[in-house]
Structures are given as C-alpha cells and as structure tokens.
C-alpha cells in the first residue's frame, strides 16, 4: 500500500534530484561551516540518523502543519539540532536521500531557533519555485512573518508617539512571538506600525529579561500617561 501523503504536502518525485543544500543562513563563515558540514555527511564521515550525541531530531510535521500552505515539501521534514557548533554556524536546508533536513544551531537562542526553523523548513517547500537563493530566503521570510506575526498582534505592542522600548519589554516582545526581537520590528515597519525612526531606534535595544518580576499598573482613574510611565519607564 502506498505511503499516505499528509495533506499539506503535494507529492515530489525526486529521481532526478540528487543530496544538495537548498538555502544557507548566515555570514560567509556560516555557509561555509554548512558546506563543509553537508559534505561531510554526504561523504559518510557522520551519521544523522540514528540520531546519537551529534544532534537533537525531531520531525517538522508540527511546523508545517502551522504554516498551512499546500508546497512541495519532502515526503520526510526533519530537523536536527547541531551541538558543538560554536557561535559561527547558523543553520541550512537540504535534502538528504531523499528527506528534507533543516539543521539549525542547538546553542542558539530559543526564539531564533524556532525562526529559523520555520524559514528553512518553508525553504524546502518553496525552493522548486524559488532557485534563487536570495528571492528564496526572502519569500520563505514572507512567509514566516505573515504565519507568526499578525499585523493585530503586532500592533498591540506599538502605539503612536512611542520613542523608547526597555530591554524587558523588547525581550517580552520576542518571546510572545518566539522570534528574535528586529524580526518583529521588521514586520511592525513593513505593516506601518512604527516609522522608520521609531524602527532605527527600537533596533538598538538589547533585549534582557528584567531582574525581577514587574506588575502591570493601571491608575484607578485608567490615565493612560500613568500607564505609560510604569510600562516604558526605567528599571
């Protein structure tokens, strides 16, 4: 009996398609830390499965179900979590006989592993229409940003006339999302919600969890300005 296929993938035939790396994230360093990485595995000089101390994997069935979209995705999506990478290596796609693979940086942080995830997981699914590996990160971005950041949910972080963000709120910000913190302030310009001042400003801000827990104060007469002070005010 055939393998049946889940309904948010379409069937890919693969036989003229050999292991190869579909989409690279990172600097110079990166890629080629990648290059070499994928060669190596292709060349048998480690194994990902069965999977051992190299690397944590799961299947990314989850994340395309999230994503929702009818692509050509691998039959297989795994990810794998690359440890004893350092601080070089961000993270690839490739299809490795015959499944899509997503390898990301297991010492990364939590929020940039789950973005990454789903863009190059997407990645797999994209790259027939997308060869290009630039237009490819750049839809597979898209993507990720119209599936995690709603413009409502987005703008609910933002008001008009706003100028500062503390480090606690950026980081509060990052976590709802479980995105790095720019890649919500990308979205919030591409949707208008901030100007580019406000963006140039909020893109200094190092997000850091606050020393101790904070409670959120609302005059009883609800002044807006008392709000403001206790939210976007000092530590």
């Not at 200094?204 to 606050?210: C, L």
Request: proline share 6%; aromatic share 10%; hydrophobic share 40%.
């Amino acid at each position: 009996m055939a393998k049946r296929i889940p309904k948010n993938q379409l069937p890919l035939d693969y036989s003229a398609h050999c292991d190869r790396i579909v989409l690279t994230l990172g600097q110079v360093e990166s890629q080629e830390a990648a290059e070499s990485l994928f060669n190596d595995l292709v060349a048998g000089n480690w194994l990902i499965e069965p999977a051992g101390e190299v690397a944590d994997v799961s299947s990314a069935q989850d994340i395309i179900h999230t994503i929702g979209l009818k692509l050509p995705y691998p039959e297989t999506v795994k990810v794998a979590q690359l440890h004893g990478m350092g601080d070089v290596f961000t993270g690839f796609s490739a299809v490795f006989r015959q499944k899509g693979w997503v390898f990301i940086n297991a010492a990364a942080d939590a929020n940039e592993r789950c973005y990454h995830t789903y863009l190059l997981t997407l990645s797999l699914g994209l790259s027939r229409t997308y060869p290009n590996q630039t237009s490819l990160a750049q839809r597979a971005e898209q993507l990720v940003f119209e599936t995690l950041l709603s413009p409502k949910e987005v703008g609910s972080f933002f008001h008009d006339g706003v100028s500062r963000i503390p480090p606690y709120l950026a980081a509060d910000i990052a976590d709802f999302f479980k995105v790095p913190f720019p890649m919500v302030l990308k979205r919030a310009l591409q949707l208008g919600i901030v100007t580019d001042e406000q963006y140039r400003n909020f893109m200094t801000v190092q997000p850091a969890q606050a020393g101790k827990p904070r409670e959120l104060f609302i005059a009883p007469e609800g002044s807006m300005e008392d709000f403001e002070a206790q939210l976007f005010g000092e530590e």
